[in-house]
């Protein structure tokens, strides 16, 4: 079982950062593609980025392209989501998620994830 801790969620001004992390369990972490999620109130889990198992590509929803980055530090066993510009809209429970398996469509924006965190609120003031 892998587990997946996500923290720096918090409330910020349109505008403003906030930097998301997601700590993972095992000496394994190396060997799974990483992603985050977000779903808002009463809305559908929205693909937010992936990462690569090395951390060598990305991918980024087209509503947070320019504004959020995802990255990893596998000595540390962490994903982080840096997410700048922050707007209203990105109000949501942010989520990480892991999964082994590879594919033409690596970053699976459907969810197809093995293993997900428990989420951390952003909510991002007007």
């Known amino acids: 079982q892998v587990q997946l801790v996500e923290s720096g969620g918090g409330l910020v001004q349109a505008g403003g950062s906030l930097r998301l992390s997601c700590a993972a369990s095992?000496?394994?972490?190396?060997?799974?593609?990483m992603g985050w999620f977000r779903q808002a109130p009463g809305k559908e889990r929205e693909f937010v980025a992936a990462i690569s198992s090395s951390g060598g590509s990305t991918y980024h929803a087209d509503s947070v392209k320019g504004r959020f980055t995802i990255s990893r530090d596998n000595t540390k066993n962490t994903v982080y989501l840096q997410m700048n510009s922050l707007k209203p809209e990105d109000t949501a429970v942010y989520t990480c998620?892991?999964?082994?398996?590879?594919?033409?469509?690596?970053?699976?924006?459907?969810?197809?994830?093995?293993?997900w965190g428990q989420g951390t609120q952003v909510t991002v003031s007007s």
């Open positions: 095992g000496r394994t972490f190396k060997n799974y593609f």
């Open positions: 998620a892991a999964r082994l398996t590879s594919g033409s469509t690596w970053w699976a924006p459907n969810g197809e994830y093995d293993y």
